[in-house]
Structure formats: structure tokens, C-alpha cells
T-cell receptor, first 115, second 114 residues
Framework: AQSVTQLDSHVSVSEGTPVLLRCNYS??????LFWYVQHPNKGLQLLLK??????LVKGINGFEAEFKKSETSFHLTKPSAHMSDAAEYFC?????????????FGTGTRLQVFP | EAQVTQNPRYLITVTGKKLTVTCSQN?????MSWYRQDPGLGLRQIYY???????DKGDVPEGYKVSRKEKRNFPLILESPSPNQTSLYFC?????????????FGQGTRLTVV
């Protein structure tokens, strides 16, 4: 069975400092992995996705994530946080071999950015 | 503008009173889904549809119904709402399976059942 674990429910950083949001996954197959962001009172927006191409994936707004199969991790990083990055972030896993539309969401990490 | 539109955004209702949350997308997407978001649980899929007249259960379908009579619309129906269905609901659509293509989400419907 597939699952995803976000290791921190809350992360606080100062503006201009690096961001690290941690995600570990469990999958019997070669998974597809995603990060989605949810700003207050908004729907979710895709930040980036990994689908077995390059292991370092670049997304929007300066975010990137590295797929590490040996560690079953897909951590999200950004070199320098901006106030507008404050939001909730979801790590998502799915199995592209199934004929389904199923995304498995983590429980989310709320990112706070202080001036 | 490409978007997924849900209505209403906020709804308070009483136990047992049937309600429908509408979802419409203007991107000609094949796939549509409904999710519920609860604190500490992330998003869980309720139902999904891969095309008109094709629907299937997600992880938490009990107490919900859906229909897909037209490509653009995918309403979520609660025949007899109960307090445990108080949640934040999201509709999503994608050109292909959300596994392989980007899913676009609506702004959410916050439902309270008293």
C-alpha cells in the first residue's frame, strides 16, 4: 500500500533563510510524487512533480525537491524564504501503473515565515 | 480564465437535510474528483470520474453520491448529511489522470452539519 509521511506539521523560518519541508513515502512500485501548496482560503496548486525522470525536480517560485529512492524521501527545499511562501504544503504520492485517479496526500506542513 | 468553480463556498445545514455542492470546470478536462480535508488527515478522495457517466469510489465514499452527466460538471450530493461530514471539500479536475497530469483544484466548500 502507498503512503506518505510529512515529518513536520509546522515549520517556522525567517524571511531570507532556507526552507526544508520533509516527506517520506512508502510505495511498492516506482511512484509519482508531487508537492502541492495551499494558500489561505485558496485551492491547492501544483508546485512540482516527479515522474521517474530527473531526480532533482524544479518547481515554481524557486522550490525544488530531490527524489532519493534509497531514503524513500522527497524533501522540498527553497534557498531563501519569502513572506508569500507562508502556506500549507502537501506531499502527495501515487502509482502511475494503476488505472485510477488516486492521489494519496500527506497530512500537510504549515510553513510560517517571519520578517 | 481556466478554473474549477465550486458553490457554495460556505454552507451550514442541519442533519438529514439533503444538499448538493456543485463543481464546474472550463478546461474540457476528462478527470474530476472530490476530496475532503480534515485536520491532521490531509485530503482524502471521496469519488472520482474518468469521463462522462463513469464514476468510481475513492477512499471515503460512504454518505456521498456523485453524478457526471456532462463533462464540465461533477456535483457532490449528500442525501442525509450527518455531523461527521462537517469538513472542507475540494473538487479537482485534470486533463488525464491526476497521477500523470496536473490537477486543478477549486477554492473549497466549507460545510458544517449541525
Amino acid at each position: 500500500a502507498q503512503s506518505v509521511t510529512q515529518l513536520d506539521s509546522h515549520v517556522s523560518v525567517s524571511e531570507g533563510t532556507p526552507v526544508l519541508l520533509r516527506c517520506n513515502y512508502s510505495s511498492s512500485y516506482s511512484p509519482s510524487l508531487f508537492w502541492y501548496v495551499q494558500h489561505p482560503n485558496k485551492g491547492l496548486q501544483l508546485l512540482l512533480k516527479y515522474t521517474s525522470a530527473a531526480t532533482l525536480v524544479k518547481g515554481i517560485n524557486g522550490f525544488e525537491a530531490e527524489f532519493k529512492k534509497s531514503e524513500t524521501s522527497f524533501h522540498l527545499t527553497k534557498p531563501s524564504a519569502h513572506m508569500s511562501d507562508a502556506a500549507e504544503y502537501f506531499c502527495v504520492v501515487s502509482d502511475p501503473s494503476y488505472n485510477t485517479d488516486k492521489l494519496i496526500f500527506g497530512t500537510g506542513t504549515r510553513l510560517q515565515v517571519f520578517p | 480564465e481556466a478554473q474549477v468553480t465550486q458553490n457554495p463556498r460556505y454552507l451550514i445545514t442541519v442533519t438529514g437535510k439533503k444538499l448538493t455542492v456543485t463543481c464546474s470546470q472550463n478546461m474540457n478536462h476528462e478527470y474530476m474528483s472530490w476530496y475532503r480535508q480534515d485536520p491532521g488527515l490531509g485530503l482524502r478522495q471521496i469519488y472520482y470520474s474518468m469521463n462522462v457517466e463513469v464514476t468510481d469510489k475513492g477512499d471515503v465514499p460512504e454518505g456521498y453520491k456523485v453524478s457526471r452527466k456532462e463533462k464540465r460538471n461533477f456535483p457532490l450530493i449528500l442525501e442525509s448529511p450527518s455531523p461527521n461530514q462537517t469538513s472542507l471539500y475540494f473538487c479537482a479536475s485534470s486533463l488525464g489522470s491526476a497521477v500523470n497530469t496536473e490537477a486543478f483544484f477549486g477554492q473549497g466548500t466549507r460545510l458544517t452539519v449541525v
